[in-house]
């Protein structure tokens, strides 16, 4: 039964179940068992001369299959919870050891792989009952694994820590009892370290007395460096209210919702290893935790706090998951900011390129998707420290995913230093509007109190029992600063005032005569205490320590090495050393300081010629293994004055941070090249060129006073060059646009295209006819522009730009579309639609859909407004063009309304509504809801609701100078006073509105 699947030879059965019989007996003995089986089950074998098997015809049902079918799938992954109820099932079905009375071979084998497959069951069903926050139920399932396997050490201490949460200390000490004993008896062992540890905390925390003959853990006989090889552990003290705090907002994780939490508090407060306390236990819970950090230095890749934490949990395995739970487009919006998705899935291609603004919205909603899928296969919290020192871009991506972190189900925490936060006015504005928002949470982490700070020094050193003089002292000085207080024990270690004798005591040489411990050389400044360790470090010591506090936040084995140009073996040997010292610490990645106070005191003491010197050694090994890092090798340059290399890499850091939408860093980036070209002779970037690149940012970013004086900058370096005196006058002609300036922006468009002829260049004569037409399309002179535009796909044809071409009859349809000449307009879009069709340009087909929906609805073919409006919304979707998507949506809208539909049309208003809500889009949303209040006020008469979406839409065109906005809702407004029958006001608003109207040239 157990192998009923296969068939199974005559002579194996005889050897396995008649092995002491002769063959003639042993036939005769099958034989006669398959008369037995045949007369009370006919039809359950089927016979061969050679073979015997269940017959494949029988429907059986065994129950270990079962079990293996339910439990089987698990292993070796990632317990979800949709999981729970197939391993619930098959922890039931296991009601005792497989054929425990058989003791054959094969059964014994069997019999052990069920075995361990229902302990690998019963430890999935606990991690699902504690991600549940059902830890009695997971406390029930522990004693019954241990019930199973006595000797499962890791079983124990999961019973000591349920024990403990559960609030039952007691019960913890005599399981670690249970351990004790069980481990003596059976393997004449004592618990290995991690579980007395673990017990001891217990003990600690709740006041217990550790059971008797707690076994020692491993030491040295002989004496030992306290300074070097015991350096102190930081423990966590005093901080269970914020603990508790915290650990509410990782229990909502679980039930999945999300949020944005903020911990601010000076330096060395113990934000940190509070954080790592709460990520163990989120990490216990089955959560996983990804933590990141703004970078002091700014040296970094745009979004690089976020894109770190990320990357560091992309395995395959996770990336494999995310492919069943995120959209594929969003995973290829997020590719170049993310290796990994790179590295595993090569086969994505890149999207077309979107305005500013939409690639911006694109980004925030690819994350936001990242982060549902990501939440989808494991609770997931995001820890971002330092968020003072983050730039803009990233602190402006955290600002947009803050109100959609709950519905994502995901928890970032975010830490930030008391008073730096506050000096750097962008960043505390970003934090103050969170705050009013209410998206994010805030706590404040406050130094030690007296009590506190003497059990920090306890268990620091050891102690079994209060040193209130020693303690007072210290924290009179530190004032309870946990980093302050554990750096002023270790600089007494170090300084040989603080010692430890072979019985483990403590000992000062005041002990004896002190009333107060006055006499302690203590520094009133943790930044003196940091110093005075450092003066302690060997010459070499500290020209590896200066080293890497220069390289940055965190440093690769390689990098180093590279760097420090010292044998491996003594370059490691020193870096272990500078880890017992606890200067450093060790990561999965390589090496970061203890604490960042540690590098900022490391490298502020550096004379500005060493400053020099390091940066440079930085940026050569950093040239020769990490060429990529094109930020860093900007900033060592720099510092490094290496003048053209550091304007050579500023210049690639800002097009790269271009292509990533980070606008602020890609100014940043050119602005330093910029200013370091006067002292770089022969600079690999002319000055033209890295002004173009931070005037096309200047222009995204708004910024019209310096984009205005680059412009002149450039016309003022392009005095005798026509090419580039044209490209010069195309964008400043764009910059008057900008600001309204029609009649300027004209002539300085006729003078580029007086240029362009003079130079014969095809390409930039159709530029310059696009530019006039713009100003002249926005004065609502459609007729002009047709020939102009004419003109220019002719230009674009003769050049073989087919996408320019597109581009320019998309444009002159428009012309067409605003003189209701349908005809000549659809041609123009067919012609464009097979080009773009050819060359598959998705965004170029949602904008030529789009406008087909438009003629089609004009001229009453709504089935074929329907079908090219839903055209443009999947290609819209398709490549993440969520303001394409909702302007359809509104259209699709609009046609329903003109056929009467009136639920459909409110269902794809809300649809397009939401989606400009979520875009932040004001004026799109506004535009959906006039065309709503319209309607409202025409079939419902609500002229209430109509005034308030009204005034609303007014407020926003008057902030914003939008005249199609504003002249809109005061002719609505207008419309709703009449009906209500406030006449005055309403002849008021209509004067207003159709005066606006008429100025943008909208005739419609």
């Not at 830890?135 to 396997?149: G, I, P, R």
């Not at 269970?240 to 705090?245: G, L, P, V």
């Not at 008391?418 to 998206?439: F, I, K, N, S, Y």
């Not at 580039?724 to 580029?752: D, N, P, Q, T």
């Amino acid at each position: 039964m157990f192998y009923h699947e296969r068939p199974h030879p005559r002579d194996v059965l005889l050897g396995l179940f008649w092995p002491e019989y002769s063959e003639n007996r042993a036939r005769r003995a099958l034989s006669q068992a398959l008369w037995n089986i045949r007369s009370e089950y006919s039809d359950l074998l089927k016979i061969t001369a050679d073979t015997i098997q269940v017959s494949p015809r029988q429907n059986l049902w065994v129950d270990v299959e079962e079990f293996r079918r339910l439990a089987c799938p698990y292993i070796d992954t990632e317990v979800l919870p949709e999981a729970y109820e197939d391993l619930h099932q098959a922890s039931l079905l296991y009601r005792g050891d497989f054929l425990e009375d058989i003791y054959d071979d094969w059964a014994l084998l069997e019999r052990e792989r069920l075995r361990e497959l229902y302990l690998q069951t019963l430890e999935m069903l606990i991690r699902l009952e504690k991600k549940a926050g059902r830890y009695q139920q997971a406390l029930d399932l522990s004693l019954v694994l241990l019930d199973k396997d006595p000797l499962r050490e890791a079983a124990h201490r999961e019973a000591m820590r349920l024990y403990h949460l559960l609030g039952r200390p007691e019960a913890a000490l005599q399981q670690f009892e249970k351990c004790r004993h069980i481990l003596k008896e059976e393997l004449a062992l004592e618990p290995n370290p991690e579980t007395v540890a673990l017990i001891r905390e217990i003990a600690t925390r709740s006041g217990k007395a550790l059971p008797p003959h707690l076994p020692l853990m491993p030491h040295r006989a002989e004496p030992v460096d306290l300074r070097i090889k015991h350096p102190i552990p930081i423990a966590l003290v005093g901080r269970s209210k914020e603990r508790a705090d915290l650990l509410m907002h990782v229990d909502a994780v679980f039930s999945g919702q999300g949020g944005m939490v903020l911990m601010d508090g000076e330096a060395g407060v113990g934000k940190t290893r509070l954080l790592q306390e709460v990520a163990r236990d989120a990490e216990w819970r089955g959560a996983q935790v990804l933590w990141g950090a703004g970078d002091e230095l700014g040296a970094t890749a745009p979004y690089a706090p976020l894109c770190n934490a990320l990357t560091s949990g992309l395995s395959s395995l996770r990336i494999s998951q995310l492919r069943q739970t995120v959209d594929t487009l969003w995973l290829r919006v997020l590719k170049p900011l993310l290796p990994p998705l790179a590295v595993h899935l090569p086969n994505l291609e890149p999207l077309p390129s979107l305005e500013p603004a939409q690639e911006r919205a694109r980004l925030v909603e690819a994350v936001q998707h990242l982060l549902a899928g990501w939440a989808k296969a494991v609770p997931l919290i995001v820890i971002l420290e330092d968020v003072h020192w983050m730039d803009a871009d990233t602190l402006d991506l955290l600002l947009a995913l803050a109100p959609r972190l709950k519905a994502c189900g995901v928890l970032f925490i975010c830490t930030s230093r008391r008073g730096e936060v506050r000096d750097q006015p962008a960043t505390w504005q970003r934090l103050r509007h969170l705050d009013r928002t209410g998206a994010l949470s805030r706590y404040e982490i406050d130094r030690l109190d007296a009590e506190a700070t003497g059990e920090l020094i306890r268990r620091a050193l050891g102690l079994t029992k209060p040193a209130p003089l020693f303690e007072k002292r210290i924290y009179r000085e530190t004032a309870g600063n946990p980093l302050f207080v554990l750096e002023t024990l270790r600089a007494l270690q170090d300084e040989q005032l603080l010692v430890q004798d072979e019985k483990g005591d403590w000992h000062t040489p005041w002990d004896e005569t002190t009333s107060d411990y006055a006499e302690l050389p203590l520094t009133p400044l943790l930044e003196q205490v940091i110093s005075r360790r450092l003066q302690r470090l060997a010459p070499d010591l500290r020209d590896l320590l200066n080293l890497i506090a220069v390289l940055g936040q965190q440093v690769s084995p390689d990098l180093l090495q590279a760097a420090a140009a010292l044998p491996a073996e003594q370059l490691f040997s020193e870096v272990r050393e500078l880890v017992l010292r606890h200067f450093l610490r060790e990561t999965p990645e390589g090496y970061t300081f203890v604490h960042a106070k540690i590098r900022q005191v490391v490298y502020g003491e550096l004379a500005p010629e060493e400053r020099i010197r390091y940066h440079l050694r930085a940026a050569e090994a950093l040239e020769a293994k990490a060429p990529h890092r094109v930020e860093a090798l900007a900033h060592h340059y720099t510092l490094g004055q290496a003048w053209k290399k550091a304007v050579y890499y500023h210049y690639q850091a800002g097009r790269g941070a271009r292509q990533s939408f980070s606008y602020p860093l890609a100014r940043k980036h050119f602005s330093e090249a910029l200013a370091l070209l006067e002292h770089a002779e022969d600079a690999p970037v002319e000055r033209f060129d890295l002004l173009a690149a931070r005037e096309e940012v200047l222009d995204i970013l708004g910024e019209r006073e310096a984009q205005s004086a680059d412009l002149d900058a450039m016309q003022e370096m392009a005095r005798d060059d026509s090419s580039k005196l044209c490209r010069v006058a195309l964008r400043r002609a764009r910059l008057l646009a900008h600001l309204s300036r029609y009649r300027e922006s004209l002539a300085v468009s006729r003078h580029a295209l007086d240029l362009s002829r003079e130079l014969g260049d095809t390409l930039l004569q159709a530029e310059a006819l696009n530019a006039i037409v713009t100003v002249l399309a926005r004065q609502g002179k459609d007729q002009e522009c047709i020939p102009l535009l004419q003109e220019a796909i002719g230009l674009s044809r003769q050049a073989g730009d087919a996408i320019a071409e597109s581009r320019y009859r998309r444009a002159l349809a428009n012309s067409l579309l605003g003189l209701r000449e349908y005809e000549a307009a659809r041609k123009e879009l067919e012609a464009a639609l097979r080009q773009a069709t050819q060359r598959n340009d998705l965004l170029e087909l949602a904008e030529i859909y789009n406008l087909l929906g438009i003629i089609s609805m004009e001229r009453g073919d709504s089935e074929q407004a329907r079908l090219a409006y839903e055209e443009s919304i999947k290609h819209s979707r398709a490549i993440g063009f969520r303001f394409g998507e909702a302007r359809a949506l509104s259209n699709l809208g609009n046609l329903y309304y003109f056929l009467g539909h009136l639920g459909q049309m409110l269902e794809y208003y809300e649809k397009s509504a939401v989606i400009f809500q979520a875009l932040n889009d004001k004026r799109g949303e506004l535009r959906v809801l006039l065309n709503w209040a319209s309607v409202s006020l025409n079939v419902l008469g609500d002229s209430q609701r109509v005034l308030d979406i009204g005034r609303r839409a007014w407020d926003y065109a008057r902030q914003t100078d939008d005249a199609l906005i504003g002249g809109t809702a005061l002719v609505l407004m207008g419309d709703a006073e009449l009906q209500s029958g406030d006449y005055h006001r309403a002849r008021d608003h209509l004067t207003q509105g159709i005066r606006l109207l008429e100025s943008t040239g909208d005739r419609w």
